[in-house]
């Protein structure tokens, strides 16, 4: 399947399909999860209204981490496979990546601040979400500084899969140290501890940053794969070129 996908003609169509479906999808879901956060959905009875901030702020913790997520396997496959298009989505996830765990802490602060009395806390959750944010950033910078193209990707993809393990703190973090965020309180065994009346909006804000986010790593993916074969028949132009000139004189 991945080698199959891994040919440029046969990922262009696959994402010229996926691309308008993900677009169209993320509009509505994302119109109907505000609607459903703003109006929707009932104030808590302890929180108040602040309650609205987490339908903003856990679809993007739940991207941050799911992007990090998918930019270590896209890591992983261009270090064993060497795929190409993997190392190109790696590092067009680590940017997306990063937005969502700013939007992440940024709203977490404005929550914290009323519920908690203060903007930040050292606790092991957000400390580990700081600490994802920084792998994200030093991804990027690590790329960004080397000039050997393949040397980049490979140290990239390395750095990428050891970040992983930041990765399982952040999910286990409240279950390992006290903290004072609160437990998982939608994906349990013993099922979500969430009133009907958040988690249905919260479960369509989940799915349209989902979708956002398929959207939005496709369509670049797209973009780059095209500016890529540009660049190499560019360069097979200028070598032809030089060739006939070799003959010429």
């Not at 010229?16 to 993900?22: M, Q, S």
């Not at 609607?35 to 991207?63: K, N």
């Not at 799911?66 to 190109?88: I, K, N």
Request: aromatic share 12%; charged share 15%.
């Amino acid at each position: 399947m991945l080698s199959y996908f891994s040919n440029p003609q046969r990922f262009d169509q696959l994402a010229r399909a996926l691309i308008p479906v993900f677009g169209v999808l993320a509009v509505l879901l994302l119109a109907v999860g505000v609607w459903l956060a703003l109006l929707g959905s009932p104030p808590d009875y302890q929180q108040g209204e602040t309650i609205r901030i987490m339908y903003v702020h856990v679809p993007a913790a739940y991207m941050a981490m799911a992007l990090y997520a998918a930019l270590a396997v896209a890591s992983f496959v261009y270090f064993v496979w060497r795929h190409a298009l993997a190392d190109t989505a790696a590092e067009i996830i680590a940017p997306i990546g990063a937005v969502f765990t700013v939007l992440a802490l940024f709203t977490g602060s404005l929550w914290g601040k009323p519920m908690w009395g203060t903007w930040w806390e050292w606790d092991a959750r957000m400390t580990s979400v700081l600490v994802l944010l920084l792998v994200y950033l030093g991804y990027m910078a690590l790329r960004a500084a080397l000039e050997d193209t393949q040397q980049a990707a490979r140290t990239g993809a390395v750095l990428a899969m050891a970040g992983i393990v930041n990765l399982v703190i952040v999910k286990f973090s409240v279950d390992w140290w006290s903290s004072l965020h609160q437990p998982a309180s939608i994906i349990r065994l013993d099922g979500p501890t969430i009133h009907a009346s958040q988690l249905w909006p919260l479960l369509v804000m989940i799915l349209a940053y989902t979708c956002f986010a398929g959207w939005l790593v496709l369509y670049r993916l797209r973009s780059q794969a095209i500016r890529r074969r540009v660049r190499t028949l560019q360069r097979q132009r200028e070598q032809a070129a030089r060739a006939r000139e070799e003959v010429v004189s």
